[in-house]
């Protein structure tokens, strides 16, 4: 961090997902590599970056979950799997940083024009428009810097689903 001195913000995006057919016996391939990156990236880099973040004035760390850590999908189980473990983790940082300046913000995205889950997600007429999504997420963070969870409208469902 010494090249970057002030930097107070970690933003946890990276993801990969793929589709699995449990019953013809998974793939391990994809499953490691989904755990690796969508779950242990956001770990590691936490615990690195986490004395740097201490020292400064202020800080965030932002996970960018999903709609499907709180109702999976069963074509992209260990996708689902990673972003409810993600949430779990967000949730139990945010405690132990509670009385430290760092805050923990949650994205919970729905399903949006992207092309995560290949180019057609990017077109798809029933995936949020990205714009849309980035919008109305500048819009939650701008009306409460101190919001813990950003969920757009499109994502309620998910998160209120239990």
Same mark, same amino acid.
């Given at each position: 961090?010494?090249?970057? &001195?002030?930097?107070?913000?970690?933003?946890?995006?990276?993801?990969?997902?793929?589709?699995e057919d449990?019953?013809?016996?998974?793939?391990?391939?994809?499953?490691?590599?989904?755990?690796?990156?969508?779950?242990?990236?956001?770990?590691?880099?936490?615990? +690195?970056?986490?004395?740097?973040?201490?020292?400064?004035?202020?800080?965030?760390?932002?996970?960018?979950?999903?709609?499907? +850590?709180?109702?999976?999908?069963?074509?992209?189980?260990?996708?689902?799997?990673?972003?409810?473990?993600?949430?779990? *983790?967000?949730?139990?940082?945010?405690?132990?940083?509670?009385?430290?300046? @760092?805050?923990? @913000?949650?994205?919970? &995205?729905? *399903?949006?024009?992207?092309? !995560?889950?290949?180019?057609?997600?990017? #077109?798809?007429?029933?995936?949020?428009?990205? #714009?849309?999504?980035?919008?109305?997420? !500048?819009q939650i !963070?701008?009306?409460? &810097?101190?919001?813990?969870?950003?969920?757009?409208?499109?994502?309620? &469902?998910?998160?209120?689903?239990?």
């Amino acid at each position: 961090m010494l090249e970057f &001195p002030n930097t107070n913000v970690v933003v946890h995006n990276a993801a990969v997902c793929s589709r699995e057919d449990l019953v013809q016996g998974g793939n391990l391939k994809i499953q490691e590599e989904t755990v690796a990156t969508n779950l242990l990236g956001a770990m590691r880099l936490t615990t +690195a970056l986490m004395p740097h973040l201490l020292r400064q004035k202020s800080a965030a760390i932002v996970i960018v979950t999903s709609g499907l +850590a709180f109702v999976p999908s069963a074509f992209v189980p260990t996708y689902s799997a990673t972003k409810a473990a993600l949430h779990s *983790y967000g949730q139990s940082l945010r405690f132990q940083l509670r009385q430290i300046s @760092i805050q923990v @913000i949650e994205i919970a &995205p729905p *399903y949006v024009q992207t092309e !995560l889950g290949g180019k057609p997600q990017a #077109t798809d007429p029933n995936a949020m428009p990205l #714009t849309d999504f980035i919008t109305e997420t !500048l819009q939650i !963070l701008s009306d409460d &810097p101190h919001v813990e969870e950003v969920l757009v409208k499109r994502v309620l &469902p998910h998160r209120c689903a239990a």
